[in-house]
């Protein structure tokens, strides 16, 4: 969350930065007025607490003195003052408790170098690698593909569990399992370290990644006990350190994560809704960062490469887009997505015997956030620079690197072959055993 000392100081100039991400966020000037009844509060209860104990000690003399009238006077007043200081911390609490509300449901400060934009039509390409993929046919989407190999059943799934789910079969469940060990073994060789994180976690956890209260409807919460199935295996990553003081020679720590993830979706009905794009269920790696205020964007643009690495060595066409105030996440504060060259978004054309794109949509397929000190101010994850400096709230950063899904129907779209096969990228093949999946 915000730190609620700077929004009180710079006011105006939060807000206006908080409304380029569209919304009204004039709630937030009620914030200085219920800061000062909170500190009002404190003031006159220290106050009566402090006469009080002058007080007892003055009961003390006076029944020592046998002046037990006076004692029993003083008294009375001091029981007055036991009843006013219960209202007092009552008062405060609720106040704290109302700044606390206010503070979950207002998302992190856009940074200045985001372009300024409603949605995602403002949102501003910084590069494009690789060259658009060509076919000598007209390609397929990898939903049909899959479908005439034998390698996804749609209808099977929905029978066993509902739309948006998926059974992997034969070479495309190896496809998706070679992916997340190539990805994995690729961002420990980088120096992240390997995490299984568990997929359930409790409301605070979810609540200190930013999900909570904001995106409930777009989670599963199950039932009894207090547990929510991962959205990201961010969740459970970030809150590793929860409540915890690290050493700053500690940081950066760099995690890697792979895991299931499970999304209601809510509102996204009509969108990404064939194929294996957009699930309920779905695997995905990610990247989690710990680092050190001064070094967030620089780790930032670290993340973001790693992420792009993967996709260049499995030779995917891609760009990298930096999100717009109106498109970035609700705890980020600078958000790269990187989308890939997806033949299924897109329509073809034939030209001189090849099918050339007449479009230019490409999808996400990763996110890669700096969150600043945002999430560990929900999390109260703090680090010293020495033994005897106050405590700082780290910064944190998390990147999808990348959705495995994703990047299953990136590999079957853009391999394909006339003859229906499709040509493994060479950097699997030691993972895959095998060049072609037929």
Request: net charge negative; with cysteine.
């Amino acid at each position: 969350m915000l730190d609620v000392k700077y929004v009180i100081d710079h006011l105006d100039e939060v807000i206006v930065r908080l409304e380029t991400r569209t919304g009204d966020y004039s709630y937030l000037r009620e914030l200085p007025n219920l800061e000062k009844r909170r500190k009002d509060c404190i003031l006159e209860a220290d106050k009566l607490k402090a006469e009080r104990n002058s007080q007892s000690k003055e009961i003390g003399k006076l029944k020592a003195q046998k002046k037990d009238k006076e004692a029993e006077e003083l008294l009375s007043k001091l029981n007055f003052d036991k009843e006013e200081i219960a209202r007092l911390d009552k008062e405060r609490e609720k106040a704290e408790e109302e700044i606390h509300e206010m503070m979950l449901k207002t998302p992190n400060l856009p940074d200045l170098s985001l372009p300024i934009g409603p949605d995602d039509q403002s949102n501003r390409v910084e590069k494009v690698v690789g060259k658009k993929t060509t076919f000598s046919f007209k390609p397929l989407a990898h939903w049909e593909l899959g479908t005439r190999l034998g390698y996804f059943d749609f209808d099977r799934a929905a029978k066993v569990s509902g739309t948006r789910f998926t059974f992997y079969l034969g070479a495309f469940a190896r496809l998706e399992r070679a992916l997340a060990s190539f990805m994995l073994d690729t961002h420990t060789k980088a120096g992240y370290t390997e995490v299984l994180p568990p997929y359930m976690v409790n409301t605070a956890s979810l609540t200190g990644s930013g999900q909570l209260p904001k995106f409930a409807d777009q989670a599963y919460n199950t039932t009894p006990g207090d547990f929510w199935m991962i959205p990201t295996a961010e969740v459970p990553v970030t809150n590793y350190y929860r409540d915890e003081i690290l050493a700053a020679e500690d940081l950066p720590k760099w995690f890697c994560a792979y895991s299931s993830c499970f999304r209601a979706e809510a509102g996204a009905a009509g969108r990404d809704t064939r194929g294996i794009i957009r699930q309920h269920q779905f695997q995905k790696v990610e990247l989690v960062k710990y680092c050190l205020p001064e070094n967030s964007f620089a780790e930032l643009e670290s993340l973001t490469e790693e992420a792009e690495r993967i996709l260049e060595l499995l030779k995917l066409p891609y760009r990298r887009v930096c999100l717009s105030t109106g498109d970035v996440g609700f705890s980020s504060a600078k958000t790269y997505d990187l989308e890939v060259w997806m033949p299924s978004y897109n329509d073809y054309e034939e030209k001189d015997g090849l099918f050339v794109p007449t479009t230019d949509n490409y999808k996400e397929i990763s996110s890669c956030s700096n969150d600043t000190d945002y999430q560990a101010r929900r999390m109260n994850i703090r680090f010293k620079r020495s033994k005897d400096s106050k405590t700082e709230f780290v910064h944190m950063l998390n990147g999808s690197g990348l959705a495995v899904g994703r990047t299953v129907a990136a590999v079957i779209e853009n391999y394909q072959n006339a003859d229906g096969t499709i040509t493994v990228p060479e950097v699997l093949r030691p993972y895959m055993g095998t060049d072609i999946i037929h």
